[in-house]
């Protein structure tokens, strides 16, 4: 097990600074190391279990770099907590882009890992970023049809409701209109399965740095049912590891199944659990343990 530092450092993404956390293992060679790049699903930042899983990497050898979308964390960027599923497209470019301009990384061994959303942000990333060596999807979002349908029709018609309305703060330069990011079932919020309310707070229990303000613009939810990795599944030439909890009803089960069904080098892991649970124990070791174990082997070497 290797020793490590964390260092802060930013990057440039359409001219805001996103904010990382750089783990530099501890190493006598001056050869260059792979690395893990990571941000987390949606509405989080950095600091909402991103560093248990960084630092795991880190101890096993990898670099690991952990970064905040814009108008999120420590991240510039406002109005703050905007969700745009370009927007965070292009922050994904731009931070693969920043690991690989370090000198101590070696460009060509760059891994994403990515969680629900984010999740489906690595697939789409690897799809068209055919020098990505490796990727692990944790419970990830792949269909924006499939996740609607598992919301329902009430609690997709009351964030409409809201989203339309912060469309329009947004075309008169008013103040965006927020949504919590969980609520108890029938809120008005993102996230309302029934598992959502106590996993979310265990998370947040275990976090580090600001908790306290989990909101969205509400205009995300009318982007959300139109993004879908699963379209561009085929194009994905490196190696997946595909984490699935079997009693996720966020992001849904069968969606990721067929998914997988669709890239080349994929390894499918199941675990039955739910949407929350891979982030703290006792279901995070089992996560994070195939995780270190296939960066590992997949980043030992180039893979393109």
């Known amino acids: 097990m290797n020793s490590f530092s964390r260092l802060e450092a930013t990057f440039t993404s359409f001219r805001e600074q996103c904010s990382a956390w750089v783990y530099r293992p501890t190493v006598a060679s001056d050869e260059r190391m792979p690395v893990v790049v990571l941000a987390n699903g949606f509405g989080g930042h950095k600091g909402i279990r991103l560093h248990a899983f960084a630092e795991r990497f880190a101890a096993a050898g990898l670099v690991a770099v952990a970064f905040d979308f814009r108008s999120f964390g420590a991240s510039g960027g406002t109005p703050r907590h905007m969700l745009s599923i370009r927007g965070q497209r292009a922050d994904w470019d731009a931070a693969v882009g920043f690991v690989r301009s370090l000198d101590y990384v070696d460009p060509a061994r760059v891994g994403a890992w990515g969680t629900s959303l984010s999740g489906g942000h690595v697939l ?7 020098e990505l060596a ?4 944790q419970v990830p979002h792949v269909s924006g049809l499939a996740a609607a349908r ?3 029709f009430r609690a997709s018609a009351r964030l409409s409701r809201v989203a339309v309305a912060d469309v329009v703060a947004g075309v008169r330069g008013t103040a965006p209109v927020y949504v919590p990011v969980c609520g108890e079932p029938g809120d008005t919020a993102f996230l309302t399965s029934p598992d959502a309310p106590a996993g979310f707070e265990r ?8 908790t306290d303000d989990n ?11 139109g993004f879908s990795p699963n379209r561009r599944a085929r194009d994905i030439t490196c190696p ?16 990721s199944r067929r998914c997988a069904e669709r890239i080349a080098r994929v390894e499918v ?6 949407h929350f649970a891979p982030y703290v124990d006792p279901w995070f070791e089992r996560f994070v343990h195939d995780q270190v174990e296939f960066f590992v082997r997949t980043l030992a070497t180039s893979t393109i």
Do not use: F, K, N, W
Not at 240 to 255: E, K, N
């Open 203 to 210: 998370i947040l229990a275990a976090s580090e740095g600001p």
């Open 124 to 130: 789409e990333l690897a799809a068209r970023d055919r």
């Open 215 to 225: 909101t969205v613009g509400a205009r995300a939810a009318l982007a959300m049912p």
């Open 134 to 137: 490796a990727v692990v999807a």
């Open 240 to 255: 997946v590891l595909m984490q699935i909890g079997s009693q996720d009803v966020v992001t849904p089960v069968a969606a």
């Open 150 to 152: 598992s919301v329902g």
């Open 269 to 274: 892991r199941e675990y039955d659990c739910e």
